[in-house]
């Protein structure tokens, strides 16, 4: 007959809890942290990191995806929405229709909600949405339009960013 201590649950919680990462586990949770956030697979979020060289550029490469835009500008309330609202065409990049959310947007394009979409539910909660937020500096938000222009590219130090990109950066120089 196994006896078993009444606490004996809370005890292997703490004991499973107080081990210290190694630092391979903490760079890897600082990795799956930012790829998780910005809804990359593991090949695409590998290529921003070995586009970008320094944590700016990592920053400015994955910034400037058309569905990060939509996200920062308030179209869309989360990132995975951004993602939904430009792959099934709702996003138009200078005029033309867009697919792609990886799709990589240059100083001076103008990003707008296609015209077709413009009375389609997704927008139902945008007046209130757009009430309250308050885009970053980058970006020239004309909310009557719903349209977006991108001035000037992304500033790392602008944000606060919770993530550390340096780490992730030694993690894949292993």
Request: glycine share 6%.
């Amino acid at each position: 007959m196994d006896v078993v201590h009444p606490n004996q649950e809370e005890y292997n919680m703490a004991r499973r809890g107080s081990r210290q990462k190694s630092e391979y586990g903490l760079q890897l949770a600082e990795k799956q942290k930012i790829r998780n956030e910005y809804g990359l697979r593991e090949r695409q979020f590998r290529r921003y990191f070995d586009q970008g060289g320094d944590p700016a550029g990592i920053f400015t490469l994955l910034e400037l995806r058309l569905d990060t835009l939509v996200f920062r500008s308030g179209f869309a309330s989360t990132r995975r929405m951004a993602r939904q609202m430009t792959s099934h065409g709702h996003i138009t990049v200078n005029g033309r229709k867009t697919t792609v959310p990886s799709y990589s947007i240059k100083v001076g394009d103008v990003i707008s909600v296609r015209d077709g979409s413009k009375d389609n539910g997704l927008w139902e909660e945008y007046e209130m949405r757009m009430k309250k937020h308050e885009p970053p500096s980058w970006i020239t938000l004309d909310k009557k339009k719903r349209e977006f222009k991108l001035n000037a590219l992304p500033n790392i130090k602008e944000e606060t960013q919770p993530f550390n990109f340096q780490t992730v950066i030694e993690f894949y120089s292993r």
